[in-house]
């Protein structure tokens, strides 16, 4: 099924850019709520529309690459691997010799988690207020 809401992303990047958000925040993890819930690759793609057309390219290039490099060692694409072999995978990446490959995940991540964060029910799952005086926990009262 397609999604109508998409500004830069096609069906296909939709799909991987949510396989990777759902591994980088799952759901049931630090808190109950995960990408999914919230449709970080939605937000991700109305995001990514500000971008420039060199940007938005690395940007598409990058996500097929997530994609398509496991082929080289694991024998199976990103979205068809199980949610830990994911998680395995992006460690990988995470702890490789390989700065650029670190430094296209911190970004990813970085991308990611903007989105996620930036909705209210994530903000709320962790506890964020925008006015800190105003939470009835808080001990300092503004």
Known sequence: MAIKELKVLNQRLYEITQAIADAIVPQGGAFEIGAKDIDTALIF????????KLQLKFIKYIIYMFEYSPMFTKLKR???????????YLKGWENSKLSSK?????????LL?????SNKAAQDAIGYHESIGDHPDCLIKI
Do not use: P, V
């Not at 979205?79 to 998680?87: H, I, Q």
């Not at 670190?102 to 970085?110: A, E, H, N, P, S």
């Open 102 to 110: 670190r430094q296209i995940l911190i970004m990813m991540k970085l």
């Open 113 to 117: 988690m903007m989105c996620f964060y």
């Open 78 to 88: 990103f979205t068809k691997m199980s949610s830990n072999e994911r998680l395995d």
């Open 45 to 52: 793609d109305h995001y990514i529309d500000r971008m420039s």
